[in-house]
């Protein structure tokens, strides 16, 4: 995953609690920011945009 294009959500605040996520192909690559060399989890893309979709509309909010 040399060449992979990570990134962190823009509401990131730098203090290295954050999940890094790239674009692999047809799937999306998931990596804690704090262990960029250690293991990182794969997801189908469309589980990962399906699963981003229900973050973003709180469906998956605690409480």
């Known amino acids: 995953m040399e060449m992979a ?5 823009s509401r990131t605040t730098g203090g290295g609690n ?6 692999v192909t047809a799937e999306v ?6 262990n960029r060399s250690g293991p990182m989890l794969l997801f189908p893309r469309t589980a990962f945009v399906a699963f981003v979709g229900k973050v973003k509309s709180g469906r998956l909010d605690l409480g």
């Open 18 to 23: 954050c999940v890094e996520v790239a674009p």
């Open 5 to 9: 294009r990570w990134r962190t959500s």
């Open 29 to 34: 690559a998931v990596r804690d920011s704090k």
